[in-house]
């Protein structure tokens, strides 16, 4: 799997310029040491170095792609569980297996096992199993891994939030993943914005909308990357032309994210958020929540 995953660096690097070779390499590999500083810097300021990271984004587009083209290939659905399942771990294990990826894979995993059970809607019981695995095997995680908090805030907010944002963005157009994209990035980006604050003590005020503006071509970057890639470790002239789309998205990403990072006050820095503060903001946001939720079950009993 290693050997793979060295070859498919050499294909990458053998037919990409940088940096868009390194953002491709981190995206698909979760190699990203060679990205310039200051390239890494933009996403931080402009709120998409998730981009960057092996995260439940990756995982999730891994694991709906496998499945996709398993059914498409006319396994049953049991079978192509079973295949995307063990593509979804060797994935996992080419990317060198961070804490951030197995969370992601556990929960792409039971995801994909509720899609082959026909048991989709209670994701909550999902993410508690996960959490709970997780933390049986280190309990330090709960405090001392930030990762493990913001990607279980993350889909906090895509269980809780998210239908609030399906029902106001209803108007808005789903082709190129252009309603998807704005509903899924808001409502992550509610439930960890605190966290991110107290942190890293940045606040990026044109996050939503960069990535709004990324996020539906990235499941195209990861297809056409990874094919391009295996293409290059067996027909070269080739894969010299499949790589071209693939540096025209990225050069895409990278000019966004410029321009954004690039805008006067388009992040500030807040120092002091204490520890009282920040539960008390999460308390008042899942009251909040709450409240909303039981004000429009009760609208609609109505």
Known sequence: ILSFKSK????????????????????????????PQELVDQFSQTGTSHIIAISGLHITIVSAILMTLALGLGLSRKKAFYFSLSFLALFII??????????AGMMGGLVLLAMKLGRLNKATNALVLVASVMLLANPKILRGDVGFQLSFLAVLGLIFVLPFFEKWFEKLPKSLGIRDSIQMTLSAQITTLPLIVFNFHRLSFIAPIAN?????????????GFLAGFVGLIFLPLAKLLFLPVWLLLTYLIKVIEFFAGLPFSFIEIQGLSGVLLVGIYVGMGWGIWKIRKHLTFDQTQ
Request: hydrophobic share 60%.
């Open 8 to 35: 498919l660096q050499q294909a990458i690097n053998s037919n990409l310029a940088e940096p868009q070779a390194s953002i491709l390499s981190a995206m698909l590999l979760g190699s990203r040491r060679s990205i």
């Open 212 to 224: 709004v503006l990324i996020l539906p071509i990235l499941p195209f970057v990861l297809i056409a």
């Open 94 to 103: 080419m990317i060198g297996m961070p804490a951030s990826a197995i969370r």
